[in-house]
C-alpha cells in the first residue's frame, strides 16, 4: 500500500516528451476519482511538454470497459503510449475481484499485443477514501505516475 506522495518525481529522469502523443482512456464510474487521476495525468503530461493537441481522451462506462477503449485508442489513433484509469473499490460481492483480476489481465494482454504500451492507472483500493487519498488527496496522484511512466514507456 502507497505510504508516499505519488506526485513526487524528479523531473530531470523524465525524458523529452515534445514530440510524443499520448492516448488516456478514462472509466466514468467513481467518476470523482477518475477525474483527478486524469487531471493528475493530463497536468504531467503538460508540465513535461507534451502539447495540449497530442493528449486524446477516450472515455468508457466502467473500468471493466478500458480494455476495449484502450484497444481502441491503440487501433485508430497514433500515439506513443495509452493510460488506462480507472478506479474499483470493494463492495460486499466478489464483483470486485473478477473486475479487477479482469482488467489486469486486459491490459497485460494489451501490452503483449501491441507494441505501443498500455499503462495500468486502475485504483483497487478498499474504501473511497483511499481512492481519494490517491487521486489528489494526501498521498498525492496516481494519474502523476502513470503520466511518467507513460512517457518513460514512450521512448523505451
Known sequence: M????????????????????????????????????????????????VSKDNIVRMDVPGSFELIFGCKKMLQTEKVDAVIAIGCVIQGETKHFDFVCEGVTQGIKDLNLQFDIPTIFCVLTDNTMQQSIDRSGGKLGNKGTEAAVTAIKMAVL
Open 2 to 49: 502507497a505510504t508516499t506522495n505519488l506526485s513526487t518525481y524528479d523531473k530531470s529522469t523524465i525524458p523529452n516528451a515534445k514530440d510524443l502523443r499520448f492516448g488516456i482512456v478514462v472509466s466514468e464510474w467513481n467518476e470523482n476519482i477518475t477525474e483527478g487521476l486524469f487531471n493528475g495525468a493530463k497536468e504531467t503530461l503538460l508540465e513535461n511538454n
